[in-house]
């Protein structure tokens, strides 16, 4: 998977990033984590469990519902000279703190010429497949990628989930850490079973800003990040069946995007497609493809495909959110109308 | 708390300093704005919102300041950073958008940084509160030495922002003051048609910190109130909120014609601005001599003026240097 050292201890990404934030904590006593529900609850989805039993309630600090205040006061924390690791429950409740977001914590670098840095980490949940509705289930890579002065990482399994939490947490920069709830290995809610991987035990850091290739082939290149590479993985292996090698690259940054990865791989495959559990309009799966195309149109065989979310608000009834979200049977249908237009000679 | 003759003049010299820095770019602002008038001609382009008028907030309550205490300010905040000692050939450079200024033009006048002094505002109302407030909590975390100031407009009250900092800076009895200039006017909303209570001092309450109210720009009573609020942060005993009745005796920006504020408002801003008043109060009770005061003019201007020109040579950055500082 990445280049650290294998380890039989298996761990789960809610896991893995409470190991990697604690042993920042251990050895910076810059770094304090704060959010809703983050200290004695050990989070909502596990992240910070044991965080407040080891450092105690000044460091890992529970509080209000109140996101505009605490991600602002990070900032603030942050530009001060600590290294805060703050917590928005759900990406969808972004609504009620994008200022925080955006207009300071990205743009103070900028706009002090880089004389103040906000090294900070906020690290928020993504993802649907479990009927929560569109308040509760969004992955809006896009609204974050999209928006200048803050790196953007999400991992799909724990071991990238340790390594991209200890180099946010190092980062002189603002980091969004996104990670996806369907991965996450709460015992309440429904895991990917391929997220839970080998960690080592000692820090290591997962560079930002580098893709990883999961799975090497030589037909056609599937480009995903978090939920998306585990739909890839598994429809590489029914396109395998069919005799289709195909090549999985889990991005893992979406700020800086690894740009030169994607392009090198489908050069080899000449075929892309792109899979997104995010809305597909104006975001990640159209910025892939814009890459490829803007770097070389002449490397495809065929026309690039993507497997995106409908530009729909995310529905709550089981059927229907099923029916919208990308699965592995819509990227061997993508590859599969992909290798349809070429036999057409299209 | 009275201040000392000494402390009386260096916010007497603050106020003149920054009355002169907004004199001086007011007139460089019409530079190339004539006869017609485009925002973004001239050597000072973009929206720009004079403090003149608000001068006691600044000097009253930055005087009990030190370098290594933080401020946070508002889209309008020049005459705040000048009394914080922000440096100000930078600071003028960057209103100018030049090369050498704080962020070698890429904030401008709303966006002014500097690292040196712990000071920085922003264009988005209301929301510079929090940071302050996340400095603070950062001061007590590190047991460092310091407390955080936060202004906002009489306007900004209203904003979410606020209260939600108000309550964490309470809850966590942090070393943060809130101080709302209340210059009357949100743009063209006035504050009795905005704000339901009269003062927002009482707005303390809710939150069970100490609320004041300071009436009729009184530089002196703004010393006093402020210097009890940040001395209370100094000892660890959590944030207060300030109410400073003030004046804006311009328009919300360069440019406004102000016609939904009242012909009689207008006719009386002259009397009510605060500097000359307070000369005269320096003049009867401190003894302020004319040789005193004008060398005091003398120096103020002459510091705005070498910023002034400081600015006026400093090269364009290069275009490209856009590129630059998104990440560190």
Known sequence: MSNGTPSARKLTIARAMAEAIAQEMRTDPRVFVMGEDIAKLGGVFGNTR????????????????????????????????????????????????????????????????????????????????????????????????????????A????????????????????????????????????????????????????????AATVREGTDVTIVGITSGVHHALKAADLLADRGVSAEVIDLRSLVPLDRKHV????????????????????????????????????????????????????????????FALPNPAKIVAAYESMAALAGRGA | MLPTREQKLWMY?????????????????????????????????????????????????CIHLKPTDVVTSTHRAHHVAIAKGVDLDKMAAEIFGKGDGLS???????????????????????????????AALSRKLQSKDGVAVAYL???????????????????????????????????????SASTPV????????????????????????????????????????????????????SGHFMGDAQQYRPKEELEMLAARDPIPAYRGYLTTVDALTPQEDAEIVTRARKRVDDAIAFARRSPYPEPAAALDKVFV
């Not at chain 1, 980091?175 to 369907?182: E, P, Q, T």
């Not at chain 2, 704005?33 to 907030?57: D, Y």
């Open chain 1, 50 to 153: 044991g965080l407040y039993e080891e450092f105690g309630a000044e460091r890992v600090r529970d509080t209000p519902i109140s996101e505009t205040a605490f991600i602002s006061a990070a900032a603030g924390a942050a530009a001060d000279g600590m290294r805060p690791v703050v917590e928005l429950m759900f990406v969808d409740f972004f609504g009620v703190c994008m200022d925080a977001i955006y207009n300071f914590m990205a743009k103070n670098t900028y706009f002090s010429g880089g004389s103040v840095r906000v090294p900070m980490v906020l690290m928020t949940a993504t993802g649907g497949g479990y009927s929560d509705a569109g308040q509760h289930s969004q992955c809006l890579h896009g609204t974050f990628a999209h928006l200048p002065g803050m790196k953007v990482v």
């Open chain 1, 155 to 210: 991992p799909s399994n724990a071991y990238d989930a340790k390594g991209l939490m200890t180099a946010a947490i190092r980062d002189d920069n603002p980091v969004i850490y996104l990670f996806h709830k369907g991965l996450q290995g709460m015992g309440w809610l429904g895991t990917e079973p391929a997220s839970i991987v080998g960690v080592p035990e000692e820090a290591y850091t997962v560079p930002i800003g580098k």
């Open chain 1, 263 to 322: 392009i090198a791989s489908v050069r080899k495959t000449g075929r892309l497609i792109v899979v997104d559990e995010d809305y597909q309009s104006y975001g990640m799966t159209g910025e892939i493809m814009a890459t490829v195309v803007e770097h070389d149109v002449s490397m495809l065989k065929a026309t690039p495909k993507r497997v995106g979310y409908p530009d729909i608000p995310i529905p709550y009834s089981r059927p229907m959110e099923e």
């Open chain 2, 13 to 61: 010299e603050r106020m003149v300093a920054s009355r002169y820095f907004e004199d001086t770019i007011e007139a460089i602002y019409l530079e190339g704005k004539t006869p017609v008038f485009n925002m973004a001609s001239g050597p000072i382009p973009g929206e720009m919102h004079l403090s003149k008028g608000q001068e006691p907030c600044a000097a009253g309550v």
């Open chain 2, 104 to 134: 070698g033009g890429r904030g401008g006048h709303m966006h002014l940084f500097d690292p040196a002094v712990n000071f920085s505002c922003s264009g988005i109302i209301g929301q510079s509160v929090g940071p302050a407030v996340g």
């Open chain 2, 153 to 191: 407009g009489e306007g900004a009250a209203n904003q979410g922002a606020f209260h939600e900092a108000l309550n964490l800076a309470a809850i966590w009895k942090l070393p943060v003051i809130f101080v709302i200039e209340d210059n009357s006017w949100a743009i063209s909303v006035p504050k």
């Open chain 2, 198 to 249: 009269e003062h927002n001092d009482v707005r303390a309450i809710g939150y069970g910190i100490p609320g004041h109210y300071v009436a009729n720009n009184d530089v002196l009573q703004v010393f006093k109130v402020a210097g009890q609020a940040i001395e209370r942060a100094r000892n660890g005993e959590g944030p207060s909120l300030i109410e400073i009745e003030t004046l804006r005796l």
